[in-house]
């Protein structure tokens, strides 16, 4: 493990053994002196801290501690109807629609990271023949809430309004970020299995809680 100052309150871990959200969970679990927070992304974790109590020399012995936990297991439905972008998505993969669905719902994805917005989480990967799909060249100014999207070989949620530049292949009714109450039930770490479901279920799902 290599670490890195982000000034003189900050650390990047880089260089890892193990996956970046496992050594986030595993400091933020050690209740190390001085620390705020462990921030994982795909491959490195940023680590903040209180200069005048963190010892970093702590951070190499926090491997040795290593849960085995895999995290939570989610099922989100995702009513593809409402995908803006299946249509292009399908064209451009030169597969059908169904088969876009067929793929996209046919595994489980692990959350790598949470970040962009609060509580969207960044999901990985894609089967082979859903990658590949870019950003787009001018990215969306809203983005509807629940939208989930596809870009290079990720998926993800957008879980508030925010601009957005991904393929949007659907929407999800359920709640998954309330700010104001502190809920964030997507965890990196977390597995995400998505369903397929109708318009009329979309309708009775509307704003449920994850």
Wanted: net charge negative; glycine share 10%; with cysteine.
């Amino acid at each position: 493990m290599k670490i890195d100052a982000l000034g003189d309150s900050a650390l990047i871990l880089r260089e890892l053994n193990v996956p970046a959200y496992q050594i986030a969970e595993a400091i933020q679990n050690a209740n190390l002196p001085g620390v705020h927070e462990a921030v994982a992304s795909y491959e490195t974790v940023g680590v903040y801290f209180d200069s005048d109590l963190f010892d970093a020399q702590s951070l190499t012995r926090i491997q040795l501690k290593l849960s085995d936990s895999r995290g939570e297991t989610h099922e989100i439905p995702v009513c593809y109807q409402f995908g803006d972008d299946l249509t292009e998505v399908s064209e451009r993969l030169e597969i059908t629609i169904d088969d876009v669905i067929r793929l996209h719902t046919a595994q489980p994805y692990r959350c790598f990271a949470v970040g962009f917005c609060p509580g969207f989480p960044y999901l990985g990967y894609l089967p082979e023949k859903l990658c590949g799909i870019p950003r787009r060249d001018s990215p969306r100014v809203r983005i509807v809430p629940g939208s989930v999207a596809i870009t290079g070989r990720q998926s993800g949620i957008y879980p508030l309004e925010r601009p957005g530049g991904w393929a949007i292949l659907g929407r999800t009714p359920l709640c998954l970020v309330d700010v104001d109450d502190g809920y964030f039930p997507i965890k990196a770490g977390d597995e995400v299995r998505f369903v397929s479901i109708g318009v009329a279920e979309f309708g009775a799902l509307k704003g449920v809680r994850l």
